[in-house]
């Protein structure tokens, strides 16, 4: 992983955008000596986007079956009500 500053970044986009995408580097922008964003290249981005959804899927499954059932939104407000 490579780290280079913001201003360095702004000089070379195109550089570090080639090395993104053709060598598969991930690039850490700081700014002031904290980093603030990064460049990777698309297939990095859909592996992690990949990652999320099986995530929120996982979560969702695990939610479904610690749930006896759905509720309605009516429900929710009755509930709230007798409290």
Do not use: C, W
Not at 16 to 35: C, F, M, S, T, W
Not at 45 to 74: P, Q
């Amino acid at each position: 992983m490579t780290v280079t500053s913001a201003s360095e970044a702004r000089a070379n986009f195109q550089e570090l955008i080639n090395r993104a995408e053709y060598r598969g580097d991930r690039i850490v922008i700081q700014r002031h000596g904290k980093p603030v964003a990064a460049i990777i290249g698309l297939e990095d981005l859909k592996l992690l986007e990949a990652i999320e959804d099986a995530i929120d899927s996982a979560e969702l499954r695990r939610a479904v079956e610690e749930n006896d059932g759905f509720t309605t939104l009516d429900a929710i407000i009755a509930k709230r009500g007798n409290e």
